[in-house]
């Protein structure tokens, strides 16, 4: 495995994008996402596609980081971003002052970061700018969080009851949605575009859940626009991931394993 001078692990084929970049991405999308969605509640699905670079965002960081060798420690990894994450942003909620929702996600990079300097200073795990990564994978994870939060609650500001109840859900599902596009791609032929399109794949599908579940929670018209255009990203970017397989393989066929 060759690594680059950054610290960011060289991707096998297609062009690299850094986890830095797509994470600057995330950050800027997520803003809007959420200025969207105080200003314009029934334009929810502008925030929902804004919302899909902070999966990517934080599934680039999993990869990096568990490109080193951690081996089952992609899930661990992911579960620990996730879970700084969901916290924080939860957590910012009771905090009554103006754009708390941001310090929720300033929270978690700053928690991620010090979680991470202490994976490699104490446990010494000695990955290159692990601090910087767990700090993204939290980050993301908080974005994500938020405006799910956010959609529950119908207010950035108050929580409802209910939203503790899927809270644990909104952690979980974030969880898999970050760590499963590495965990399901490792491997000699894993490349960092693909990842990406499988990322993306199973932001819009997450969303599709959250949409569901929103059903319970918000008017019809949100909870139909989150789930039709979740459920046509979900369309559209499996299609570019399958098609991207079909692309870097000899054959496809059924082992009848399941």
């Not at 209910?162 to 952690?171: A, R």
């Not at 039709?228 to 009848?256: H, M, Q």
Request: glycine share 8%; proline share 3%.
């Amino acid at each position: 495995m060759s690594v680059q001078p950054t610290g960011e692990t060289a991707a096998h084929s297609g062009k690299y994008t850094t986890t830095v970049s797509l994470f600057v991405i995330a950050i800027v999308c997520s803003t809007v996402a959420l200025t969207i969605f105080n200003a314009a509640p029934h334009a929810v699905f502008l925030s929902i596609i804004l919302i899909w670079p902070a999966f990517a965002s934080g599934a680039s960081a999993v990869k990096d980081i568990s490109s080193y060798g951690i081996g089952t420690g992609v899930a661990s990894i992911g579960m620990l971003g996730a879970g700084v994450g969901t916290i924080s942003a939860f957590s910012s909620i009771f905090i009554d002052i103006p754009f708390s929702a941001f310090i929720g996600i300033i929270a978690a990079f700053v928690i991620g970061f010090v979680t991470g300097l202490c994976a490699n200073k104490i446990i010494k795990m000695k990955i290159p700018r692990m601090e910087l990564k767990i700090a993204i994978m939290s980050a993301s994870a908080a974005m994500i969080t938020t405006l799910f939060v956010s959609i529950f609650s119908n207010n950035i500001d108050m929580l409802l009851t209910d939203v503790y109840i899927v809270l644990p859900l909104i952690f979980i599902a974030t969880a898999l949605a970050i760590i499963h596009p590495y965990n399901g791609s490792m491997g000699a032929g894993e490349n960092q575009p693909r990842t990406l399109k499988l990322a993306f794949a199973e932001a819009s599908l997450t969303t599709l859940l959250f949409g569901l579940i929103s059903l319970a929670y918000t008017d019809t018209i949100t909870s139909i626009e989150i789930l039709l255009v979740s459920g046509l990203g979900f369309v559209i970017f499996t299609t570019i991931f399958l098609r991207a397989i079909n692309a870097e393989i000899y054959k496809l066929e059924w082992s009848g394993v399941v």
